[in-house]
Structure formats: structure tokens, C-alpha cells
């Protein structure tokens, strides 16, 4: 078969510049090396497919971001003679493995004039088709140094795929997510989705490029949810968006909600993966009236009032058609075996593997992409073949695309030639982290399909081929840095206090749900390629469950002057919420000289949204002095709300008695002294009359 008309194609679609391997170098080979990086890609043409009439031409770039003038220097190019013959082998090669092999035999030579600090030089290197000395069929290791005399300060890393004969194609089943980028909240705003769905927008363009194609979408729930919760407020772009997902060919499963990682709750104890508990505190029944209806609602009271339109439920928010509706989709190299055996006890079905992952034993008719663990079924996915798709999908320049498809060209070419001939599939995913950037899937697959070595497949064909049956297959258990497990833990243990603190609001599942909507994005999947952004929205997510549990407060008080023997104590209660809380006042005096009514221990009260209220507490002094009282609220059960707070009381006790004996006496002494001198008086005349 002559290809050469499928490699004019693709060097016509790629250009000739960007593909290859880019390796940073460190100038350590002299004392006086400069500081800084130099580094260097090497792009060869038509993917790496050399044909026998035309040289393979080679377009090096080197970047100088040293700070000083690099010496002019010489450009090699040499390849292994030997093909691969292992697909582990040519992966340790394209990553600059330790033990790779070596690309020994010179095939080119140009000279490089100095490149001065700061600049990057472009050097084309052509090489002879002859001069390879390729003797079979098959993937070739090439590297490119640059030297200086007796130091080589850059080397680059491809593979060359020299083929003249048809081979039977790689079948390749992609799994890609239709989901959001990270930091989007638990439901989204109508505003947002506009954008989104909007011709140009991220979900339009996701679905552009995957609809119709072979690619299995993972649907985030939480899109659908966003969208139906809004009813008639919705964007019209949204709803024609949803209407096109509908009706796509391609094969569906459900992501978990936000992309929630699966396996790290149940790494710290939990049963199973997190799920959203209601959506019920988010609907508007206002948004759910029918279309004929006028602008006064209808009278359910009123004979004939037509009936009110039924509100959606949590469950049919998120509800779809699914091609696969228990899949499970763990990130990559995060499962163990009691992982995988809690999701399939919680009902999930098959679940996704890395290749990393597993160990499989493959007989003459056993499947490439599935295998059975126990009593779990897993679908097995190419790490290598995916981490290409990803770099290329994910890459921002046209040359780091081309380096990733150069790559990938060779890696699908190797795979195809050791892929089972009874099931030549493999399957492989895609990054879980979409931004709104651009993201070159479409163009991608486009060229993924070109190659003569590659077939696009679905994932139902691959799992319903007659002709294979499931490896058996060991989990290489993942492990999981303590780092996550405590941000894991802190999560959850916020998320949980706000559960019982969730127990004074009059509708505390608004309040629970709410804010497990919040936490499952914090928890999306796509944050283990970005742990300082994970940090960032855990620390967020913390300090927002920290201000709700502030948010019922004892108000400040100032001393309180208690004149009487018995008196009131005025406890004021705080409540920034939005709904009613129920709370239970205490009042413990630290000091003998005051006593609580025991009537008055555990004082309900309630406090309306946003307001305060003071309830009196009854109290009776037993003695002067300064007297310290702890004043806490607490649910219904006891269970402490917010922090507790110190008051200080001046207690006078027995001021008003004293001050009544005191005036009693007094009167006492006035009369008496005033009987006293009349009595007198009395006697003196009575002896004056005598």
C-alpha cells in the first residue's frame, strides 16, 4: 500500500513545524556553565512517516534562557537501527526513562551558529531516507543533541514509524467528559449557562467536537441539574443545548455529580461515593407554571381552579437516558482493592481502570479493554495512549500539539503491530480538568483517525465483541499522600458540623444539601492535576462552613448591674441566617453568689432570619461581689452552637432589704423619740400643776 498520498495529506493539515519531544536542560558539564534553562524540541515531518523518495526532514528549535551567548555548536541527529518491540520500551524512551534505550547511530549533522541569551534558533536537519538504515518494518527511536565541543547542552527525543505495507489498523475507544472547569460552583446560575451553551461557548464547543464521533460522553449530572432547575427562567440557548445532547448518537454514561471524586471518601472511611442529598432548597415553583398560565396563580382552593404544575423532584433533575448508568469513572491510579469493591457493592458497574492500575493475565482470546477482578468488572484503559490524547487535546500551541501527535503516531503504530489479532481495541481517556481555553479534541481526533494504523471504535463494540472474553486481573493497589488524606478528612469533618450544627434551622435540609452541593465540586476529580488550586477551594469551602456556624452568636454584653436580690438577666441571640433558628439558652453562674431559677436551665427560643431576639433569664443573688456567668446555646440535644460567652455581673445582694430595714428603724427612732419627748412634756407640766 503506498501511503504517500496519506502523508502529503497530513503534512499538508499539520505543517512541518512543532513535532517531536522537548527536553530541558540544566548546564552542569563546567564550573562556569550559565544559569538558566536551554531548551529544544525536534520536529519531524508527516508525523514521523518517512517515505523511500523523500528525506525525513528534521526542524530543530533550541531556546537559549541562560543568561549568556551560547558558543556556536553542532546539531546530531541519530536514530536506534533496532525497532521496538515492546510498547513499555518506547514509552521509556519518549519519557527520557533512566534505563531507555540509546539512539547511537548518526545519521545528520549541521552546524549552529551562537545563539545569544534569550533567542531561539531554528536548524533544519534533513536526512536521507537511505541513510536511517531501517531493515524491517516498524518504530525507530531518533534523538538530536547539541553540543559545543565536548558538551551537549540539549537533547530532544521522537520516533520515526518507517512503513510501506498495510497492517491491520489499532481499533481505539475513547472516553471523553462533557463537564465544567474547576472552581464552577454546585449548580449554575442562568448567566453562566448562557455563556456556556452559546454558539462559541465551552459546552457548545465540547459537544461540537464530540458529537456523532465514536467517543463515549461522561455526562456531569450537575449540568442537566443546572439547567432544569431553572424551568421556564432557563436560557434558551441552554435548553436547545440539552435538546442536542439528547438526541447525539454517541454512547452516554453519568460522571459523578460534579465529577466528585469516587474513590477518596471511601479512602477515609466513607461507605461509598458522596451523592448530592436534594435539590428541593434551590426550586422556585414560580419558574414552573404553565405557559397559558395568567399572571395571578390560580386559587387551589376555588371550585374548577385548574391544578398548579407539579414541581420537579431532586431525582428528576439529574435523570438520562444512559448508555452505561452505573459506570464508575475513577481518576487515574486511585483505586485499591477496597475501593473497587466498595463501588461495586454500592451498585457501580463497570468501573474504568488505568492499565497502571492493573495486572492482567491475557490468554489468546481475552479481551484488551475489559477484565474482572473478583466479583468487580473493569474496563482497562491505555495510559500511554491516553496521556498523548490528553497532551495533544490539552496542548496551547500548535507545536506542542504536533509534538504530542508525533508521539502518539508512533505509539498507536507500535500497538497496533502487538494488539491481539482475535481484538486489536484499546480504549482511552481524556483529561478530566476542561477550561475554557481552547481544547483541540476535534483536531485531534481528526488526525488520530488519518494515521493508516489507527480506526476509531466505540466503547459498546469493544464491550460487545462475541469474539474475546474479560482478562483476569489483579488491582495494583494505588497510594494516596497523607496531604490528601487530611485535606480529605477536613472537608468532610466541616461538612459534617454543619450538619449537626443544620439541627436549630426550621428546614435544615436546605441547609445540608446546599452545602453538599458546594463540597462535591471541591472534591471533582480534575483537582489531582492541580493540587495548589485543590488547596485553595478546600480552605474556601472550610471558611464558608465556618461562617455559617458563626452565624448564630450570643450577642456581646456589656456588665450587668443587678441592685435587687432577684432580677432578670437579658440574653440577646444573634441570627444571620436566612431561615428561622430554634436554640436552647443555659445561664452557669461561676461563682455561689448568683443562682438560676431552675425553671429557667435550658431556655428555648426562637430567633427569626436575620434578626436578634433576648430572652430573660430569672436569676436571684445570694451574696455582693462581681459574679463571672458562661452563657451557651445548644441544640435541642445538647449539643453546643457557636462559641460559648462570659458575662460579668455586679450583684448587690440584700441592697433594697437593708435599705427598707435601715428606713424602718429610722421611723422607728422618729416616732419613738417623738412619743419619748411628749411623755415627757406631759410629766414636766403635770409637776409644774402640782
Do not use: C
Not at 584 to 592: A, E, K, Q, W
Amino acid at each position: 500500500m503506498n501511503f504517500k498520498p496519506v502523508r502529503a495529506a497530513i503534512a499538508l493539515m499539520l505543517g512541518l513545524t512543532g513535532i517531536g519531544a522537548t527536553t530541558p536542560i540544566t548546564p552542569q558539564s563546567t564550573a562556569d556553565a550559565p544559569s538558566g534553562e536551554i531548551t529544544m524540541t525536534v520536529s519531524p515531518n508527516a508525523l514521523g512517516m518517512p517515505s523511500a523518495i523523500e528525506p525525513l526532514h528534521l526542524t530543530v528549535t533550541i531556546t537559549n534562557q541562560t543568561d549568556a551567548e551560547l558558543d556556536a555548536g553542532t546539531v546530531e541527529a541519530a536514530v536506534n537501527t533496532t525497532r521496538f518491540s515492546a510498547n513499555d520500551d518506547l514509552a521509556g524512551w519518549l519519557s527520557d526513562a533512566e534505563d531507555s534505550v540509546a539512539a547511537s547511530t548518526e545519521v545528520a549533522s549541521v552546524d549552529s551558529s551562537a545563539i545569544a541569551a534569550g533567542e531561539t534558533r531554528i536548524v533544519d536537519v534533513q536526512v536521507p531516507t537511505a541513510d536511517l538504515g531501517f531493515t524491517e518494518e516498524g518504530v525507530y527511536a531518533l534523538g538530536v543533541n547539541f553540543d559545543t565541543g565536548d558538551d551537549v547542552l540539549a537533547h530532544a527525543r521522537t520516533a520515526i514509524t518507517w512503513k510501506t505495507t498495510a497492517t491491520s489498523p489499532l481499533e481505539i475507544a475513547i472516553a471523553a467528559p462533557l463537564t465544567l472547569p474547576l472552581g464552577t460552583p454546585g449548580l449554575i446560575d442562568a448567566a453562566t449557562l448562557e455563556e456556556y451553551t452559546a454558539e462559541g461557548g465551552l459546552l457548545t464547543e465540547q459537544l461540537d467536537a464530540m458529537a456523532g464521533s465514536a467517543v463515549t460522553i461522561g455526562i456531569d449530572p450537575r449540568i442537566l441539574a443546572s439547567i432544569r432547575i431553572l424551568g421556564t427562567s432557563a436560557p434558551e440557548s441552554a435548553v436547545r443545548w440539552l435538546e442536542r445532547l439528547r438526541t447525539v448518537p454517541n454512547a452516554t454514561f453519568p460522571l459523578a455529580y460534579a465529577d466528585a471524586d469516587v474513590t477518596l471518601p471511601i479512602t477515609v472511611g466513607g461507605g461509598a461515593p458522596l451523592t448530592p442529598t436534594s435539590f428541593d432548597y434551590a426550586i422556585d415553583p414560580s419558574l414552573f407554571a404553565n405557559e397559558d398560565d395568567t399572571a395571578d396563580a390560580p386559587d387551589p382552593t376555588a371550585p374548577d381552579s385548574p391544578p398548579l404544575p407539579e414541581l420537579p423532584t431532586s431525582a428528576e433533575l439529574t435523570v438520562w437516558d444512559y448508555t452505561f448508568p452505573r459506570l464508575a469513572w475513577p481518576a487515574d491510579n486511585s483505586v485499591t482493592s477496597e475501593t473497587l469493591g466498595a463501588l461495586t457493592v454500592a451498585g457501580y458497574s463497570p468501573t474504568i481502570l488505568s492499565s497502571n492500575n492493573i495486572t492482567r493475565t491475557p490468554t489468546p482470546t481475552s479481551s484488551g479493554v475489559e477484565a474482572v477482578i473478583g466479583d468487580s468488572a473493569t474496563i482497562v484503559s491505555d495510559q500511554a495512549i491516553s496521556d498523548l490524547l490528553r497532551t495533544a487535546t490539552e496542548a496551547t500551541t500548535v507545536a506542542e500539539w504536533n509534538i504530542a501527535m508525533a508521539q502518539l503516531s508512533a505509539t498507536v503504530a507500535l500497538a497496533s503491530e502487538l494488539a491481539s489479532p482475535t481484538d486489536p481495541t484499546v480504549f482511552a481517556t481524556l483529561s478530566r480538568a476542561w477550561t475554557s481555553d481552547e481544547y483541540r479534541l476535534e483536531q485531534t481526533l481528526t488526525a488520530l483517525n488519518s494515521l493508516p494504523w489507527a480506526s476509531p471504535s466505540s466503547l459498546i463494540a469493544a464491550l460487545q465483541s462475541q469474539q474475546v472474553t474479560p482478562a483476569l486481573g489483579e488491582v495494583v493497589d494505588a497510594s494516596v499522600d497523607q496531604d490528601t488524606l487530611d485535606t480529605v478528612n477536613r472537608l468532610l469533618t466541616s461538612e459534617a458540623q454543619v450538619g449537626q450544627f443544620a439541627n436549630i434551622v426550621a428546614d435544615r435540609d436546605a441547609l445540608t444539601a446546599e452545602r453538599r452541593n458546594d463540597l462535591l465540586p471541591v472534591l471533582s476529580t480534575g483537582w489531582r492535576e492541580n493540587p495548589d488550586g485543590w488547596a485553595d477551594a478546600a480552605n474556601e469551602f472550610v471558611d464558608e462552613s465556618d461562617a455559617i456556624l458563626e452565624s448564630v452568636q450570643i450577642a456581646p454584653s456589656s456588665t450587668i448591674q443587678l441592685p435587687s436580690d432577684r432580677g432578670s438577666l437579658p440574653i440577646a441571640v444573634n441570627n444571620s441566617l436566612t431561615q428561622a433558628v430554634t436554640v436552647y439558652v443555659s445561664v452557669r453562674p461561676r461563682s455561689p453568689a448568683l443562682s438560676v431559677d431552675s425553671d429557667y436551665t435550658f431556655v428555648e427560643m426562637t430567633v427569626e432570619p436575620e434578626s436578634s431576639q433576648t430572652v430573660r433569664i430569672p436569676v436571684r443573688s445570694l451574696a455582693n461581689g462581681e459574679v463571672q456567668l458562661t452563657v451557651t446555646i445548644s441544640d435541642k440535644d445538647g449539643n453546643p452552637i457557636g462559641q460559648s460567652t462570659n458575662i460579668e455581673l455586679n450583684v448587690h445582694a440584700g441592697w433594697e432589704t437593708a435599705g427598707t430595714i435601715a428606713f424602718a428603724v429610722l421611723v422607728v427612732l422618729i416616732f419613738g423619740l417623738g412619743i419619748f419627748r411628749t411623755i415627757r412634756k406631759r410629766r414636766r407640766v403635770r409637776r409644774s400643776a402640782e
